[in-house]
């Protein structure tokens, strides 16, 4: 099966590990992918890519990070039907409830407003909404000059790393958006590393 890379720095990032955990039809269990299950290592060398891209990101005008977010999401809506495929096969839901997530995760982007977080913001996303939930942290953050490093549920990766992929083609600076791929030791690597805030997508453990 096709192995889901990591996003770090700007492009497709491949590494070495011996553990990887299938990515399964949850309707049928066919296994569609692979997902490698990084540690507190990878997870380091994500954060450190973030934090030498934060300080030329937040120096950006507000104006110019709200037009990137804006042209990925327009990017995302030439693409609704895949997204939707995508999260339908990983996640188990209907590919209508697929195209909605698509849509809202798209209007999202396009109306993208600031919050209040800064720096390096770690995100643990969750299978059950696995576009849409971790775009409502990243999102406020990245048009509020924070950089981040996002952990897709090993269920659901397929989503985000496409995304990631538009960054990439949108303009993103390199660093600015990143993908880690991995369980709890991933997530654990995320909570070590100094100067990195954790957040949660709503309906994923803690």
């Not at 934090?51 to 037009?67: F, I, K």
């Not at 999102?139 to 960054?167: D, H, K, M, Y």
Request: net charge negative; aromatic share 4%.
């Amino acid at each position: 099966p096709l192995i889901i890379p990591l996003w770090i720095n700007g492009h497709a990032f491949l590494t070495v590990t011996s553990a990887f955990q299938d990515v399964c039809n949850p309707v049928n269990g066919r296994v569609m992918r692979r997902v490698p299950l990084c540690g507190t290592d990878v997870a380091l060398e994500a954060v450190a890519a973030a934090q030498v891209a934060l300080a030329s990101w937040v120096a950006q005008p507000v104006a110019a990070r709200v037009a990137l977010l804006s042209a990925v999401g327009h990017a995302l809506s030439g693409y609704t039907e895949h997204f939707a495929a995508l999260i339908s096969e990983e996640s188990g839901k209907d590919l209508s409830q697929g195209v909605v997530e698509v849509r809202e995760s798209v209007a999202l982007l396009r109306t993208a407003a600031g919050g209040k977080v800064s720096g390096v913001v770690g995100i643990v996303g969750n299978p059950t909404m696995p576009l849409l939930d971790s775009l409502r942290v990243a999102v406020p953050a990245l048009v509020a000059g924070a950089v981040v490093v996002i952990r897709p549920s090993p269920e659901t990766p397929s989503a985000l790393f496409a995304l990631a992929e538009l960054t990439g083609r949108c303009g993103f600076p390199g660093g600015v958006f990143n993908i880690l791929q991995g369980d709890e030791a991933a997530v654990e690597g995320l909570r070590a590393a100094a100067g990195v805030s954790l957040h949660f997508s709503e309906g994923c453990g803690r």
